[in-house]
């Protein structure tokens, strides 16, 4: 079975914004994992300037390796790299490492695009860089 933690937060101060992305990330799980799989859903009410607690109880389940996969909207919903990407380096790495893979809503339109782009391509591009 799959564990997969989803996040993300209320940037526009609407339930209308963090439903349309709940929604869109629950049925890329049905689509891309079926009836295998639990889901937990982590929501902040504000993003980087306000209280975090989602993201931060998400980030004390990631290290007690509770989850497989982690689906979030954007990857500038853990940490807006225009801000500081050191720090958005930083979680993404603190997260990989706890075995979880990041997937990224805003890299394709169907799980086979999202999971190659950000999954797969990556690995294919370190291992080229490597073969040089």
């Known amino acids: ?28 799980i049905e689509n891309s994992f079926g009836d295998d799989v639990k889901y937990d859903v ?3 009410k ?12 998400l980030m004390d389940k990631i290290k007690q390796k509770q989850y497989t996969f982690l689906i ?9 790299p225009e801000y500081n990407m050191g720090l958005l380096m930083q979680f993404m790495k603190e997260i990989e490492s706890n075995g979880v893979q990041i997937l990224d809503l805003s890299q394709g ?17 370190n291992n080229a860089s490597s073969l040089k």
């Open 72 to 80: 979030v909207p954007n990857i500038n919903r853990i940490y807006r």
């Open 46 to 57: 504000t993003g980087l300037s306000g209280d975090r607690a989602g993201f931060n109880q």
């Open 42 to 44: 982590f929501v902040d």
């Open 109 to 125: 339109s169907t799980p086979q695009e999202i999971i190659y782009n950000t999954i797969i391509r990556p690995l294919l591009e």
């Open 1 to 28: 079975m799959n564990r997969i933690a989803v996040y993300t937060y209320d940037s526009k101060g609407s339930e209308v914004f963090i439903n349309k992305h709940l929604k869109k990330m629950e049925e890329f």
